[in-house]
């Protein structure tokens, strides 16, 4: 059963930069079309990003298109998240997900059943 594990949250200064990781284990996660996604407290969770398993097909929601990139190395089993020009507003939990699948090519990302989570990273974006 594929658990995934997120890493890379912190503190960072308005218009900085992080890369998140979702990795893999107990499953290849080049098998699996991997999102990413973050929730407030008391908001509702917002899709950020969607890439297909081999890793050629992206999606963006549009509050980040620009400025997030989403990328994989399936050799080791991990998605990176890489966020540039960071806003206050970008500071919440970021969560991967993961669909089992290689004809998922993130069409309908934001309404797929996803088959793991992982537990979040933080991201601060503060002076």
């Known amino acids: 059963q594929l658990r995934l594990v997120e890493s890379g949250g912190g503190l960072v200064k308005p218009r900085g930069s992080l890369r998140l990781s979702c990795m893999g284990s107990?499953?290849?996660?080049?098998?699996?079309?991997v999102a990413w996604f973050r929730q407030a407290p008391g908001k509702e969770r917002e899709g950020v990003s969607c890439v297909n398993s081999g890793g050629g097909i992206t999606e963006y929601a549009n509050s980040v298109k620009g400025r997030f990139r989403i990328s994989r190395d399936n050799a080791e089993n991990t998605v990176y998240l890489q966020m540039n020009t960071l806003t206050p507003e970008d500071t919440t939990v970021y969560y991967c997900?993961?669909?089992?699948?290689?004809?998922?090519?993130?069409?309908?990302?934001?309404?797929?059943?996803?088959?793991?989570w992982g537990q979040g990273t933080q991201v601060t974006v503060s002076t």
């Open positions: 997900a993961a669909l089992q699948g290689t004809y998922y090519y993130c069409s309908d990302w934001l309404n797929y059943k996803y088959d793991a």
């Open positions: 107990g499953a290849t996660l080049g098998d699996y079309a």
